[in-house]
């Protein structure tokens, strides 16, 4: 098949990405523009694709593209940098940045529409020769004003198109709109990777726009470092309110990492509900079970029937490994709580009559863990017992909270595993991992 020579951009965003064998790397999700040559158009460096298997965005070169059709981009043998992708200065992300963009245009075809504000909607790149993409073409929308309503279509050169730099992409407001839609259905794992790979202005401005729970969601899921960069980008009555929405051990590593007169002031704007489990968090060693558990699993009185804590466990906001097991103590309920009795395994419950009491199938015996239990300790906790869920009780017998082992993980783990780059390996030839020129 003869390799296309001109596409436009929202035509390859989402196709999938094959290996020269044929095996399905990822999926197209945007592509990155060179923007510093004034006067002449711009080049398609190459693709941002999302690995199938890690949802990491890497970049792929243009010269790595062999063929374009209605399925699929086919790649050829060769070195691919694994790193994530990253746009740098002069460079811009199609989708992600110029789409959207405000421009006029001088296209003596369409003397109609001189003068007016219009709104670039896709971009057509074609091949200028070996191995190097341009972008050639570009469709407008006209806009009418005081409305984002839509208006008619215009594809133009690019050459005639005006008012377009590297500086005005990064402008309050630009394209929020349209990677707020990108977003939506997405994993928070899957934004938090998305931000990663945009400038600090951009990044930012996506984060100002996206809600305080979804905000929350996708700072969970990001490295120490991100999150503190991502909150100091916030107003301190906003960035409270995102702590807020967010799981107090979260809150108390972050918190944990910032100089202690900051970390005060932040949970001193917090509501007093909400800071309170952060503060005894923050009194135990993050290396520590005190330190690492959460204070808010799934708690039930003696009392409690079957029915009751079923309803608790279906709640989709309680993480899976929570949802194993419900802690059941005397009151108060809340941690620290009344004494601890044990515990009930979600499939035990889901044996039982719904009106029966929960201490009908009580584990009274159910391993726990001492709040100044240390890394290794929970480690061979988890390994031992089989559990995905440790009970943190103190030397009086009050529960204190529980460690996930997801909470583990997240702690044992090398600080930088989020940005730890996989190994794939195209056709014969060795995956280049040197820094993108």
Known sequence: MTPTLKVFVARLVGLVVLGPDGESIGRVRDVVVSMHLPGRRPRALGLAVELAATRRRIFVPMGRVTNIDADAVTLTTGRINMRKLQVRPNEALAIGQILESRVQ??????????????????????????????????????????LRRRGETVVVPWNNVRGLTALNLNRPGHGVELALTQF????????????????????????????????????QEMSTVEQTAMLASLKPSRAADVLEAMDPDDVADLLGEL?????EALLSRMDPEESEPVRRLLLHSPDTA?????????????????????????????????????????????????????????????????????????????????P?????DMTRFFATYNLVLGPVV?????????????????????????????EMQLGNDAVDRSPRR
Not at 126 to 144: G, K, Q
Not at 189 to 202: G, I
Request: hydrophobic share 45%; no cysteine.
């Open 105 to 146: 245009t001088d296209d003596p075809d369409h003397p109609e529409v001189h003068g007016m504000d219009l709104e670039i909607v896709d971009l057509e790149i074609e091949r200028a020769r070996a191995l190097d993409f341009v972008i050639s073409r570009v469709a407008l929308r006209t806009m009418r004003k005081g």
């Open 184 to 219: 939506e259905g997405m994993r928070p794992a899957d934004v938090a990777s998305a931000l990663r790979e945009l400038p600090d202005q951009r990044r930012e401005q996506l984060a100002a726009a996206l809600d305080n729970e979804r905000l929350a969601d996708v700072l």
């Open 259 to 263: 100089p202690r007169a900051e970390a």
């Open 290 to 370: 005190g330190g690492v558990m959460t204070p808010e699993p799934i708690i039930v009185s003696a009392g409690a029937t079957v029915a009751e804590a079923l309803a608790r466990i279906a709640n989709p906001d309680i993480p899976s490994a929570t949802a194993t097991m419900v802690l059941v103590v005397r009151p108060p309920t809340s941690t620290p709580t009344g004494k601890f009795l044990g515990a009930v395994h979600t499939q035990a419950l889901l044996r039982e009559p719904p009106a029966n009491l929960v201490v009908g199938v009580l584990d009274d015996d159910i391993p726990r863990l001492t």
């Open 372 to 376: 100044d239990a240390s890394l290794e």
């Open 394 to 422: 103190d030397e009086n017998g009050h529960l204190l909270g529980a460690v996930a082992v997801d909470d583990l993980l997240d702690a044992v783990l090398p600080r930088d595993w989020r940005e730890q780059e996989p």
